[in-house]
T-cell receptor, first 115, second 111 residues
Framework: KAGVTQTPRYLIKTRGQQVTLSCSPI?????VSWYQQTPGQGLQFLFE???????NKGNFPGRFSGRQFSNSRSEMNVSTLELGDSALYLC??????????????FGPGTRLTVT | GNSVTQMEGPVTLSEEAFLTINCTYT??????LFWYVQYPGEGLQLLLK?????DKGSNKGFEATYRKETTSFHLEKGSVQVSDSAVYFC??????????FGAGTRLTVKP
């Protein structure tokens, strides 16, 4: 079974631009979560989608948004990029809604650099 | 709210040394606990998990026991290898599917 895939793997953008990152979960997984990883802040939760609905949202400004499609693929968008948005963006999928013991499976991440 | 606290790194050990990475948590109810590992340039991989008190998760020689009385989930390995060099994250998941990660502990194992 293929793992979680994220595209693109690397991205360089300029301040003020916007960017869209894509995540394809493991087949059969309906929950997709996004995280931002930086050396200073560690892993920070952005949002989680299940069945095309946002279930949870972290403490990030409205410039960060996401969506999930009917095939469970997800995208996240960051508008008006700032230098501080440079980070590794990780996507994780899990099997179903609920299920406290359900672990998340992570993709390799998209490395975003804002100049 | 829920939170996870890990021992600060970096941790540097010689090959075959004993490893302990401390992890404590704060949560209401009975969360599930996880250890993830991140190798350079990669995403996180699940290393082990425990879903109830006194459960022991184990994988690849690593172990961690869910201790509710001390709210801890310390990661241990009896003999580390150079290939274990990575960043280790402790995490919890509560009944609301809220996932929280610790700050990560960087382990370097020298030959």
């Amino acid at each position: 079974k293929a793992g979680v895939t994220q595209t693109p793997r690397y991205l360089i953008k300029t301040r003020g631009q916007q960017v869209t990152l894509s995540c394809s979960p493991i087949s059969g997984h309906r929950s997709v979560s996004w995280y931002q990883q930086t050396p200073g802040q560690g892993l920070q939760f952005l949002f989680e989608y299940f069945s095309e609905t946002q279930r949870n949202k972290g403490n990030f400004p409205g410039r960060f948004s996401g969506r999930q499609f009917s095939n469970s693929r997800s995208e996240m968008n960051v508008s008006t990029l700032e230098l501080g948005d440079s980070a590794l963006y990780l996507c994780a999928s899990s099997l179903a809604n609920g299920g406290i013991s359900r672990e998340q499976y992570f993709g390799p991440g998209t490395r975003l650099t804002v100049t | 709210g829920n939170s996870v606290t890990q021992m600060e790194g970096p941790v540097t050990l010689s090959e075959e040394a004993f490893l302990t990475i401390n992890c404590t948590y704060t949560a209401t109810g009975y969360p599930s606990l996880f250890w993830y590992v991140q190798y350079p340039g990669e995403g996180l991989q699940l290393l082990l998990k425990a879903t109830k008190a006194d459960d022991k998760g184990s994988n690849k020689g690593f172990e961690a026991t869910y201790r509710k009385e001390t709210t801890s989930f310390h990661l241990e390995k009896g003999s580390v290898q150079v290939s274990d060099s990575a960043v280790y994250f402790c995490a919890l998941k509560d009944n609301n599917n809220d996932m929280r990660f610790g700050a990560g502990t960087r382990l370097t194992v020298k030959p």
